[in-house]
């Protein structure tokens, strides 16, 4: 109940093309949802989060996508570039886990030029 | 905006020798700091939630008296690895809340420890 399922494992887009990651969970407590990218060698830096009462969160080319009854959300990132190629995590926490953040399994992003 | 600032970024060390790593919280007060541990190629598993002043929370499998927790202060907690073994070589993170739900959680850069 505590998981956070995430796929693809790997994406390859191409260059100005859309970047769509998806995941599920099960805890219907959860209510904080981030994303965050981690380039190798560094720590995971936040992306975007939303909260369940929204339904879409947009910044900059970050678009997360919550859909409360599934249990699901996504991450649409909206004219990939090469640098944008990194490892992706979601991740969820609420007041039921003591604020503890439960990841996904991530997925690797590569954006071909 | 908040940031964490962990030290070392890296540290190679002998077997059965003691690692410290800090994190520490430089424009904010952290009440709670998490300690992360990330294999190559594997997403992060939480090892242990501290809050200041209080003793660490540790997660199922994980051995509270290799991995010593000290959260002492609003602005620092310290991982220290004991008795260091080839198998404890990973990626450590540290990742610090203020304690409101609205705030967040800031990661530090990570320290990755390489056991000989």
């Known amino acids: 109940q505590q998981q956070v399922k995430q796929s693809p494992q790997s994406l390859i887009v191409q260059k100005g093309g859309i970047s769509i990651i998806n995941c599920a969970y099960e805890?219907?407590?959860?209510?904080?949802f981030p994303w965050y990218q981690q380039f190798p060698g560094k720590g995971p830096a936040l992306l975007i989060a939303i909260r369940p009462d929204v339904s879409e969160k947009k910044e900059g080319r970050f678009t997360i996508s919550f859909n409360k009854s599934a249990k699901q959300f996504s991450l649409h990132i909206m004219d990939s570039q090469p640098g944008d190629s990194a490892t992706y995590f979601c991740a969820a926490s609420g007041s039921s886990n003591t604020g503890k953040l439960i990841f996904g399994q991530g997925t690797t992003l590569q954006v071909k030029p | 905006g908040a940031v964490v600032s962990q030290h070392p970024s890296w540290v190679i060390c002998k077997s059965g020798t003691s690692v410290k790593i800090e994190c520490r919280s430089l424009?904010?007060?952290?009440?709670?700091m998490f300690w992360y541990r990330q294999f190559p190629k594997q997403s992060l598993m939480l090892m242990a939630t501290s809050n200041e002043g209080s003793k660490a929370t540790y997660e199922q499998g994980v051995e509270k008296d290799k991995f010593l927790i000290n959260h002492a202060s609003l602005t620092l907690s310290t991982l220290t690895v004991t008795s260091a073994h080839p198998e404890d070589s990973s990626f450590y993170i540290c990742?610090?809340?203020?304690?409101?739900?609205?705030?967040?959680?800031?990661f530090g850069s990570g320290t990755r420890l390489t056991v000989v």
């Open positions: 990742s610090a809340s203020g304690g409101s739900r609205n705030y967040g959680y800031t």
């Open positions: 805890n219907t407590a959860f209510d904080y």
């Open positions: 424009d904010f007060q952290a009440t709670t």
